[in-house]
C-alpha cells in the first residue's frame, strides 16, 4: 500500500514538473518571439532604424561632451558637416561606417612619413606626425572608432583653447576654410534651437490648398540683367499665398536682390541652400539667423524684382525656388523640379492618412 500511494505521488510529482517547464517555456517562447518581432520590425522598417541611430548617435555626443566640455550640438554640427561634404563628392565615396561621420585621410591621421598608413599606435603615430588619438581608452588610434575621431578632431579645434573664439579659429586652421567655419556655426544654431538630430523632413513650398501650378523650367534661357540661364522652378500663385520654408535650416539671407526681389535664402543641414524669390513681403519679425521649421510661413507670393527696390509688377505672380548645394569650396545650382513633385506627393499622402474616415 504504501509503494503505490509513494508511486502515485513520484507520477502527480513529475506531471507538476513537466507542466511547470512546458509554462517557462511557453512564456520564455513568447517573450523571445515579441522580442524577434520587433527586431525584424525595426530590420524590415528604415524610419524606425533611422531614428534608433540618431538617438544612439546624439547619445554618443552627449557623454563624449562631458568629457571635452564642448556642447553636443557643437559635435554634431562639426559631424553633419562632414556628412555633408560626403554627399556632396561623386558617388563612390567612402561612407562612414560608425555613428560618426568625420573623415582623416591615412596620411592625415597616421603621419604622412610613417612607413604604416594604418597604424594605430599613439606613440608612434605622434612620432611621425600625425594627429590620430586615443579617444576610448582601448590604448589605440583607430579611424574607425568613433570616441577616437571625436577625441581627434577636439585635439585639433582645441590645440589654442576651449572657448568659442579658440575653437573658431581652431576649425579654420583644420579646415582652412572661412565658409566651414560658418556652415559649422549655422548647424550648430540649428541643433542648438531644436535639440534634436533627425531633422530632414520636408514641406511643399506653397499650401497644397492654395491654386497654383508649375513645370519643370530649370535651365531655360533669361534675358533681363544679360543673358543667364534660370537656376529655378516657377510656381505659380495668386498674390498673397503663403511661401512656406521646404525644410529645417537657418535664415542666411533676407532682403532685396535685383534680380530676385524680396527673397529669402534658407541654409538646411546637408548645406543646400533653399532660395525663395518675387515675394510680395516677409513673414513678421523673421530675420537673418531664425531657425526655421517645414511648412512654416517665411513671406508670400509676389511679383517683385528685376529692377531697384520695390520694383514689381514686370511678369505675373509666382515664387522661383531654387535650390543649390555646398561642396566646401563653391556652390552650384540644380533642379529642384524632381524635389518638389516628390514633397507634393508625400504631403497629399499624409493629408490622406490624417484625413477623417467617413
Keep these: 500500500m504504501v509503494n503505490k500511494v509513494s508511486l502515485w505521488m513520484k507520477i502527480a510529482y513529475a506531471v507538476l514538473f513537466l507542466f511547470t517547464l512546458l509554462s517557462v517555456l511557453e512564456m520564455t517562447r513568447s517573450d523571445f518571439g515579441l522580442g524577434q518581432n520587433q527586431r525584424l520590425f525595426a530590420a524590415e522598417n528604415p524610419e524606425v532604424q533611422k531614428k534608433n541611430i540618431f538617438a544612439e548617435r546624439k547619445d554618443l555626443l552627449e557623454e563624449f561632451a562631458l568629457v571635452s566640455k564642448i556642447p553636443w550640438y557643437e559635435l554634431a554640427a562639426i559631424d553633419q558637416y562632414e556628412r555633408s561634404l560626403i554627399s556632396a563628392k561623386k558617388k563612390g565615396t567612402a561612407q562612414p561606417q560608425g555613428l560618426i561621420a568625420i573623415q582623416i585621410p591615412e596620411a592625415v591621421w597616421a603621419g604622412p612619413l610613417n612607413p604604416d598608413q594604418a597604424d594605430t599606435n599613439p606613440m608612434s603615430i605622434a612620432w611621425f606626425g ?37 575653437r573658431q579659429i581652431g576649425l579654420w586652421a ?3 576654410n572661412t565658409r566651414s567655419v560658418q556652415r559649422i556655426k549655422q548647424f550648430s ?7 534634436k538630430l533627425d531633422l530632414f523632413e520636408h514641406a511643399f513650398p506653397l499650401p497644397l490648398s ?23 522652378t516657377d510656381l505659380f500663385a495668386r498674390y498673397g499665398v503663403p511661401v512656406r520654408s521646404t525644410c529645417y535650416g537657418i535664415v542666411e539671407l533676407i532682403g532685396w536682390n535685383n534680380f530676385g526681389g524680396w527673397r529669402v535664402g534658407i541654409r538646411d543641414l546637408t548645406n543646400t541652400y533653399h532660395y525663395y524669390a518675387h515675394l510680395s513681403g516677409f513673414a513678421k519679425n523673421l530675420k537673418q539667423g531664425d531657425i526655421v521649421k517645414p511648412g512654416q510661413t517665411v513671406g508670400w507670393v509676389g511679383s517683385s524684382g528685376y529692377g531697384k527696390p520695390g520694383t514689381s509688377g514686370k511678369f505675373p505672380p509666382h515664387l522661383h525656388y531654387g535650390l543649390y548645394r555646398d561642396t566646401g569650396l563653391n556652390e552650384w545650382s540644380f533642379n529642384p523640379y524632381p524635389y518638389l513633385k516628390n514633397w507634393e506627393r508625400e504631403e497629399q499622402k499624409n493629408r490622406t492618412k490624417s484625413a477623417p474616415s467617413a
Design 189 to 195: 544654431e540649428i541643433y542648438k534651437n531644436l535639440e
Design 210 to 232: 492654395a491654386d497654383y501650378s508649375y513645370r519643370s523650367t530649370w535651365g531655360a534661357k533669361r534675358g533681363w540683367g544679360g543673358f543667364r540661364t534660370h537656376e529655378g
Design 130 to 166: 600625425g594627429i590620430g588619438k586615443d579617444g576610448s581608452g582601448d590604448g589605440k588610434a583607430d579611424r574607425s572608432n568613433d570616441l577616437d575621431l571625436l577625441q581627434t578632431m577636439v585635439s585639433k579645434i582645441t590645440k589654442s583653447g576651449n572657448r568659442d573664439t579658440d
Design 174 to 176: 583644420y579646415y582652412q
